[in-house]
């Protein structure tokens, strides 16, 4: 009876049936007054995971990442969700380097959605070779314009192949220096300003970085991004179309924006958010345009790619709670479980009297049944969401993404590029060719060949 | 230790020991609070340390690389020019506007609190008023006024030449309040028969001003301006918030570039090397300044 009794406990070890179940930290959105219907759908999703995956029991952390924010904090504290969404495309680099994420290539090999993907969908979170984290979100910086200042002017609605002349004589044109309108507001300060001086960069054929046998050398002293250089150069001192506070950072240029200072603006996809629900700007009267084409055979319509991942944290060591990650991560990724998150960021923005007005760009292949099923979703909810862009426009944008730079992108944005742009800004005599060349010298000098050291 | 040595400390122990349970909380406070992150600090100069993981020693690596990075020169020199600014400008208006006022017969209570109505407005509106409002180069009040008077236009914050001297524009206005209003009470504390004195003497205003107040005032003086060099020298909120650090790192200061060190390139090492830095060397000339102006032993300090 006793060797019957261990035996059949035994057995019921050996099943996992005494195992401590795993606990797995999840992220939840920051509780506040604006993110109610948020938290409390991400609650029924953990509800759900957890009935799905008995043994894994979830605990919610308030958390949404920040690359200045408390991360590190809690990553100190180890108090960081295992799992974590939302993180920006350019941070791959230093989360790697950092060993604060994880390789998923074993993971997404099992995975029967991972050919759902557009084929660059994958690249901001690919280092050395190795995928880090699975898509979420993407964007591809486009430009949005005051369809009433186009038309008090008499400009023209921007064509899906309009170049450089045409954005210049469309800024020139909406221009109103005494009625306090600037016919363009580009970011002017900070991480952002380089941010966009890069999108001209691509637009003119040119590159900011190029990557060689595994090492990354400055490219942006070719005479391609010297040409952008000059056109921000021009847009100042020549045309005179950018505000003359021009020192604006991300939030500022949708502040201008909205305020109707300004005719034309950059946007991926969450500045409109500001313009529409703290400006109360009619989402009708804001147009969608592709960037314009650089000029020269090498010129093409071209805005940065990036978005935001899932990836796993670093810090968890236990097989057992990387795999539970994993399950959470591709747990109802793209069906109908995931249109109850956009339903409950529609509710939101609904309860405060507001519109979800981010622009919504899926990183999955066109065609894809769950981007018709969101974009239905958006359509039906036009009191509290805006879905943008006809089927022209989307169907064009996609060729228009250009990935942002593979390593140090933050650094070559706010260190580099931007002091290039707020040169250009202040000085009329500035010399686009040297400041280009160097600052490329001092990129690559700085920090490009220390990394590249550490490459084999 | 000795017995009668210990003795001593057992029997001081006894005799304060209400006071000395007193201090303990606070102690406790500053202790967690304050020294402790000081020692990390300094310890995180030689070690290298990402959140979550080990810290590793590394000896002189971290001050090598701050010592090596091209802005550092650039941070320090605009560092300085703050400071020269700052003293220039913040130092001398509190104590201009206080001897003002104590001349003031009528209204004085008012303008007291006029003077520290600035020093109330929270950082942000403080920073969003000369953002939007005063700086714009077009349409700003600094330039409208200017041009009441003929002067062209400036670019203030936009303008690298100009930035610096624009914030400390700004920080003077936000902050000279509370000096003044504690100058105008060190003000009341000198005789006025010093005053009846010197004028019984044929002395003038300026005479008066330079051999009654300014004596009067000097221990104040003394112990407020080596107070607004440590604190100048830390400056990091208006570079922050209103510039980034530019234009072209025109305005990058010490203590935004450890910042930039700690939360944009996420190296705690070179964050700790620097700050680490810039605090021995303004505790080594703060034991300098009290030393050679006897500010310790200065009454009323």
Redesign the interface.
């Given at each position: 009876m006793k060797r019957t009794l261990l035996a059949f406990l035994a057995i019921l070890a050996a099943m996992g049936a005494f195992a401590a179940p795993v606990v797995l930290k999840v992220e939840i959105p920051r509780d506040t007054p604006e993110n109610k219907s948020r938290i409390q759908a991400e609650l029924e999703k953990i509800a759900r995971f957890e009935a799905a995956n008995p043994g894994i029991t979830c605990q919610a952390v308030n958390f949404a990442y920040d690359?200045?924010g408390d991360f590190?904090?809690l990553?100190?504290s180890?108090q960081?969700p295992d799992v974590l969404t939302d993180v920006w495309a350019t941070e791959a680099q230093?989360l790697v380097a950092?060993?604060?994420i994880v390789p998923l290539d074993d993971y997404i090999a099992t995975w029967d959605k991972k050919d759902w993907y557009n084929a660059d969908a994958y690249l901001p979170y690919t280092v050395g070779g190795k995928r880090y984290g699975v898509p979420d979100q993407n964007y591809i910086k486009h430009v949005i314009y005051n369809k009433a200042l186009f038309a008090a002017a008499g400009v023209p609605t921007p064509s899906l192949t309009w170049t450089w002349d045409d954005f210049v004589k469309a800024a020139v044109k909406t221009t109103n220096?005494a009625g306090?309108a600037a016919g363009f507001a580009p970011m002017g300060?900070?991480a952002e300003s380089g941010w966009g001086l890069t999108d001209f960069i691509y637009q003119a054929g040119g590159e900011v970085e190029r990557m060689e046998g595994g090492r990354a050398y400055a490219a942006f002293d070719s005479p391609e991004a010297i040409a952008a250089a000059q056109l921000f150069k021009d847009l100042k001192w020549k045309y005179d179309v950018i505000p003359?506070?021009?020192?604006n950072?991300w939030g500022d240029v949708y502040n201008v924006f909205g305020a109707g200072q300004a005719a034309i603006v950059l946007d991926a996809d969450w500045g409109r958010n500001i313009v529409v629900n703290q400006f109360k700007m009619d989402p009708k009267n804001i147009g969608l345009a592709l960037m314009p084409k650089g000029p020269g055979a090498r010129g093409r319509q071209a805005g940065v790619l990036g978005g935001s991942f899932d990836v796993i944290n670093?810090?968890v060591r236990s097989n057992a709670v990387r795999d539970a990650a994993w399950k959470y991560i591709i747990f109802e990724k793209w069906d109908d479980g995931n249109l109850k998150l956009v339903q409950s960021q529609i509710d939101d923005a609904r309860a405060n009297k507001q519109f979800r007005a981010q622009f919504q760009y899926s990183p999955l292949l066109p065609g894809s049944p769950y981007v018709a099923k969101e974009r239905a979703l958006l359509v039906s909810n036009p009191d509290a969401a805006v879905a943008w862009g006809d089927p022209v426009f989307l169907a064009a944008l996609p060729r228009t993404g250009h990935t942002e730079p593979p390593v140090a992108a933050?650094?070559v944005y706010?260190?580099y590029l931007?002091?290039v742009v707020?040169?250009l800004?202040?000085d009329a005599s500035a010399d686009p060719a040297k400041l280009m060349k160097d600052t490329a010298r001092?990129f690559q000098a700085?920090v490009l060949d220390p990394l590249n050291a550490k490459v084999n | 230790m000795t017995g009668a040595r210990g003795r001593r400390w057992t029997g001081a122990i006894a005799k304060y020991r209400t006071g000395l349970l007193f201090l303990v909380p606070a102690v406790l406070v500053f202790a967690v609070f304050l020294w402790y992150p000081i020692v990390e600090n300094l310890l995180l100069t030689f070690q290298s340390y990402v959140p979550g993981f080990d810290k590793e020693w590394v000896g002189l690596a971290n001050l090598d690389a701050v010592l090596h990075d091209p802005h550092l020169v650039r941070a320090i020199v605009n560092t300085l020019q703050f400071v020269g600014l700052a003293l220039l400008i913040g130092f001398a208006v509190p104590v201009v506007v206080a001897i003002a006022l104590s001349e003031v017969r009528r209204g004085r209570s008012f303008f007291r609190v006029a003077v520290y109505v600035p020093n109330m407005l929270p950082g942000i509106c403080l920073y969003i008023l000369w953002q939007k409002l005063i700086f714009p180069p077009d349409a700003g009040l600094l330039n409208q006024a200017l041009g009441l008077l003929g002067i062209p236009h400036q670019l203030w914050i936009l303008s690298p030449r100009q930035v610096m001297a624009s914030l400390v524009l700004m920080s003077t206005w936000a902050n000279f309040g509370a000096t003044t209003v504690m100058y105008m009470a060190g003000l009341a504390n000198v005789n006025p028969e010093l005053y009846e004195a010197a004028e019984m003497e044929g002395a003038g205003f300026l005479q008066r001003i330079r051999h009654v107040t300014l004596p009067g005032l000097s221990s104040m003086l003394l112990l407020l301006l080596i107070l607004q060099l440590i604190s100048t020298f830390q400056v990091l909120q208006e570079p922050f918030v209103m510039t980034s650090g530019g234009p072209n790192n025109s305005s990058l200061t010490v203590m935004l570039l450890v910042y930039n060190y700690a939360f944009v390139d996420v190296d705690y090492g070179k964050a700790g090397a620097l700050s680490a830095m810039l605090f021995v060397f303004l505790l080594v000339f703060s034991c300098f300044y009290v030393r050679q102006t006897g500010l310790s032993r200065a009454r009323g300090a």
């Open positions: 690359n200045t590190p904090v990553q100190a180890r960081a230093m950092r060993k604060w220096k306090g300060k900070g003359a506070s021009w020192a950072g670093g810090l933050q650094d706010g260190k931007a002091n707020q040169t800004f202040t001092a700085e | -």
